[in-house]
């Protein structure tokens, strides 16, 4: 009896795309997972995902009932979670609407800040948490719209002779103290963001673009040195950056592992008459 349904089930998970036949011979291509449950009489067969359509869903049943085969099917119906002939089946629905929440990490670059000051990107971190994203998919495949709110923390660090100093709220650049070791000088920003992106996420690769709006809300300066044996650390708030920029932003996706990203903006970080122009370059790993 195994042997038989074990058949049948086998015919149906054949590869290819999602057609029926003159001979009722279901075709899935590329499936993402196929999964066959098995007991003395009943056969309970799903199929997950096909290559254009990762949201494909089928699902058939057949049960031996007084010698004679019954068998239900469905295809992309919308399912809750029941038992049935002791298996539970995983609730699964074909959403137009998702929610999800990312977490990026990152380093920072500043084209167009002067060479004296030294940046060092490897050393300057962006921490990007998009709290909520609300993504839409029109026509249930692999396109997507998405909005949503975040904050991000970015930090712009110097490790060269010069520091950032605020003089009347003007940031500048000037030596250290003779005679001091110095450490790094560095202008963090916290910025509440919203990023509004079309997302395409096929089997194998997927990418992402689209602006992201910063509203930044706070600023300050740090620098930390050594002189004759003391640890001294000179801190600011108040940075005049401009209250609002844009970035533009790109990730990839390859074989569903963690997206690479990059944003840059076109906006200078400092408000003009109040420190070096400078734009913002940033790049990382953006989890999902």
């Not at 096909?50 to 085969?69: E, G, H, M």
């Not at 396109?143 to 009347?168: E, K, L």
Request: aromatic share 14%; glycine share 6%; net charge positive.
């Amino acid at each position: 009896m195994k042997t038989i349904l074990l058949g049948m089930a086998l015919a149906l998970s054949s590869s290819a795309f999602a057609t029926v036949n003159d001979n009722d011979t279901l075709i899935v291509e590329s499936p993402r997972q196929v999964k066959i449950i098995t007991n003395d009489s009943l056969q309970h067969i799903e199929v997950l995902g096909s290559k254009d359509n990762p949201s494909y869903r089928y699902v058939n049943t057949i049960q031996l009932v007084d010698s004679n085969y019954v068998s239900t099917s469905s295809i992309n119906e919308k399912t809750w979670d029941f038992s049935i002939a002791g298996f539970n089946k995983s609730k699964s629905s074909n959403k137009k609407v998702e929610f999800a929440m990312r977490l990026a990490f990152g380093f920072n670059n500043a084209p167009g800040m002067p060479h004296e000051a030294d940046l060092q990107p490897f050393k300057s971190w962006e921490i990007w948490w998009v709290i909520a994203d609300w993504v839409y998919k029109p026509w249930r495949n692999n396109h997507a719209f998405s909005v949503g709110v975040g904050v991000d923390w970015r930090n712009y660090r110097i490790t060269g002779d010069q520091r950032f100093v605020q003089n009347n709220r003007v940031v500048t650049f000037d030596a250290y103290p003779a005679n001091s070791n110095p450490q790094f000088s560095r202008i963090k920003v916290f910025s509440v963001n919203f990023p509004l992106t079309y997302e395409y996420d096929g089997k194998y690769f997927g990418f992402s673009v689209g602006p992201v709006v910063n509203f930044n809300t706070y600023s300050s300066l740090k620098t930390r040195y050594k002189m004759d044996g003391h640890k001294i650390a000179d801190e600011s708030t108040g940075v005049r950056v401009n209250p609002v920029t844009i970035d533009f932003m790109c990730s990839v996706n390859i074989y569903g592992g963690p997206d690479f990203y990059v944003k840059y903006s076109p906006c200078d970080l400092l408000r003009n008459g109040y420190g070096p122009k400078f734009k913002t370059l940033s790049f990382g790993i953006l989890l999902r």
